[in-house]
């Protein structure tokens, strides 16, 4: 999650508009590796490879939440700056 901060840093800092895009990337970027991921078999076992298209899912999900929504929120907040860092 770090190296996706230091990206976000880059694309405010460097790049008109950069917070959209960086947020519109890791949406898109999310929706793909879902989609990619209901396609995988890890398994020749039908159970297995349901429990792990689950498991995979939840983790892209809180992952690619953290990054388009979380990481602009708490970049932008005053409050959490001034108390946390």
């Not at 976000?8 to 895009?21: A, C, D, L, M, S």
């Not at 929120?73 to 860092?85: A, E, G, P, Q």
């Amino acid at each position: 999650m770090l190296c996706v901060g230091i990206i976000y840093f880059e694309f405010k800092e460097y790049i008109p508009n950069g917070q959209v895009i960086f947020i519109s990337i890791f949406i898109l970027l999310t929706t793909f590796l879902l989609w990619k991921v209901q396609q995988g078999h890890s398994s020749p076992i039908q159970g297995i490879t349901e429990k792990f298209r689950r498991l995979m899912s939840g983790i892209i999900i809180i992952l690619g939440v953290y990054a388009a929504v979380l990481l602009p929120y708490l970049y932008n907040n005053r409050k959490f700056i001034d108390l946390v860092v």
